[in-house]
């Protein structure tokens, strides 16, 4: 089973920076795609940023040129690096990534317990 343990998140005034960290662990054969995703209060949970294992990424429009997503391959870890955050940035933020155990499962969804993102105005 692969478990996906976030942090880094916390509280920040508007304009400053955060970098949250996501490192998998247990049962891994290879990791397919990693990402990040968020869900404010009363709200779906969103894509933020998507990065393949090969280093394509992808950006919800909200974040693109703010938000910067790269990953490790060899530790199994996904950053997210956020600057000129906004009150509006503020959720909670979930690591998620498509793994497979052994060469014989096909991918699962994993999903981390979340870090919460506060940004004040």
């Known amino acids: 089973q692969v478990r996906l343990v976030e942090s880094g998140g916390g509280l920040v005034q508007a304009g400053g920076s955060l970098r949250l960290s996501c490192a998998a662990s247990?049962?891994?054969?290879?990791?397919?795609?990693m990402g990040w995703y968020r869900q404010a209060p009363g709200k779906q949970r969103d894509m933020v940023a998507t990065i393949t294992s090969g280093g394509a990424t992808n950006y919800a429009d909200s974040v693109k040129g703010r938000f910067t997503i790269s990953r490790d391959n060899a530790k199994n870890t996904v950053i997210l690096r956020m600057n000129s955050l906004k009150p509006e940035d503020t959720a909670v933020y979930y690591c998620?990534?498509?793994?497979?155990?052994?060469?014989?499962?096909?991918?699962?969804?994993?999903w981390g317990q979340g870090t919460q993102v506060t940004v004040s105005s």
């Open positions: 998620n990534a498509d793994a497979r155990s052994t060469p014989w499962t096909i991918p699962k969804n994993y």
């Open positions: 247990g049962g891994i054969f290879v990791i397919n795609a």
